[in-house]
T-cell receptor, first 116, second 114 residues
């Protein structure tokens, strides 16, 4: 069973469209994330949710709206897509918030978004 | 200041030799974790190894070991007996326990030559 799964894996869409990427984790983790990896492979955190509550929002344009219906799901909706949104978007999850150093972050397989 | 610095954008190593990938970090949090991830060309991020800031011994996982030098704030990854399948991007990461944020370095692209 895939621990962190995200769909779709590939998405090609036109500028101005609205699209969503879905993410689910079956690890029982409390915290979920969205990361963006640009063409230079740099990984940048976008959002983090803990038990359905937003805890990190890293100055992402408000065209990006995460939604967490429950702690196992964190979806990403993007409005009015722009060329610069083309990237790989990774969903990830980790154990509880706070002072336990051993809790690594597990990634989904990534969603390759291409805006044309 | 950058939280995680990987100064080697690319590295080459001969198959069966050992290679060290450098990573330095910056934090004032006394409790943190250090991680290495592998990203092959297929794109997935694979967790390799973890070192806690209070761990006395260097972490090892099979052919991977983490050379943790706390005073120097370095957490280098050592891959012994390199294999062709080790060719990938490698990311160093840190989690500060007080902030629950993971910081990633810019990555090192490792090429293993036959």
């Amino acid at each position: 069973d895939t621990a962190v799964s995200q769909t779709p894996k590939y998405l090609v869409t036109q500028m101005g469209n609205d699209k969503s990427i879905k993410c689910e984790q079956n690890l029982g983790h409390d915290t979920m994330y969205w990361y963006k990896q640009d063409s230079k492979k740099f990984l940048k955190i976008m959002f983090s949710y803990n038990n359905k509550e937003l805890i990190i929002n890293e100055t992402v344009p408000n065209r990006f709206s995460p939604k967490s219906p429950d702690k196992a799901h964190l979806n990403l909706h993007i409005n009015s897509l722009e060329l610069g949104d083309s990237a790989v978007y990774f969903c990830a999850s980790s154990q509880a918030l706070g002072a336990v150093s051993g809790n690594t972050i597990y990634f989904g397989e990534g969603s390759w978004l291409t805006v044309v | 200041a950058q939280k995680i610095t990987q100064t080697q954008p690319g590295m080459f190593v001969q198959e069966k030799e050992a290679v060290t990938l450098d990573c330095t970090y910056d934090t004032s949090d006394p409790s943190y974790g250090l991680f290495w991830y592998k990203q092959p060309s297929s794109g997935e991020m694979i967790f390799l190894i973890y070192q806690g800031s209070y761990d006395q011994q260097n972490a090892t996982e099979g052919r991977y070991s983490l050379n943790f030098q706390k005073a120097r704030k370095s957490a280098n990854l050592v891959i012994s007996a390199s294999q062709l399948g080790d060719s990938a991007m490698y990311f160093c990461a840190m989690r500060e326990d007080n902030f629950n944020k993971f910081y990633f370095g810019s990555g090192t692209k490792l090429n293993v030559k036959p």
